[in-house]
């Protein structure tokens, strides 16, 4: 795999290295081993998937507050993503900056989300699937959001009319 950095500490693009043949090809998608010597959480506690019917579906930006925040491993196993992160790290020099790039079936990209980022998408093909490696289970309780459309961040979404829901449409713009 190779790790490449984003213009967000801690974040990074993970590639597969791939070995390939008139076959097709095989690649590591994660490895506990290469995740800590990068310095990133190396635990899988929970995995999702996020099936979306329609292009311009927005979900985000989400985060787990402490005790139980949660790095993410995001990628795009059908459709196509614009893929959005966002430093919440009180301290952090990239606090409040946010970071975005499109991850699709082909490009077979994933994003590593820190502990303390805000994370979300908007899908740019109908019939679009997103699987999540979490660090952490989810706890309903400590689920928290950031507006997307908070002029704070001022974060460029592909799509200007998003679907989104009644949660995300709500959360809190930052103080």
Not at 8 to 36: K, N, W, Y
Not at 138 to 143: G, Q
């Amino acid at each position: 795999m190779k790790f490449v950095p984003t213009p967000l500490a801690g974040a990074f693009v993970v590639e597969i290295e791939r070995l390939e043949d008139d076959r097709g090809f095989f690649g590591r998608s994660f490895c506990q081993e290469e995740f800590r010597a990068h310095g990133l959480s190396p635990v899988v506690a929970q995995c999702n998937v996020s099936w979306n019917r329609r292009r311009g579906t927005l979900r985000g930006l989400h985060f787990q507050a402490s005790p139980h925040a949660e790095a993410k491993l995001v990628r795009c196993t059908r459709g196509v993503i614009w893929d959005v992160i966002v430093d919440l790290r009180e301290g952090s020099p990239t606090r409040l900056r946010w970071h975005a790039l499109e991850l699709n079936a082909e490009n077979r990209l994933a994003l590593y989300v820190p502990e303390g980022f805000a994370h979300g998408f908007q899908t740019l093909a109908d019939d679009s699937e997103v699987l999540y490696q979490m660090s952490e289970a989810h706890h309903p309780n400590l689920a928290r959001g950031v507006r997307w459309d908070d002029p704070a961040l001022a974060i460029k979404w592909p799509l200007s009319v998003p679907i989104l829901s009644e949660r995300d449409r709500s959360y809190p713009l930052l103080p």
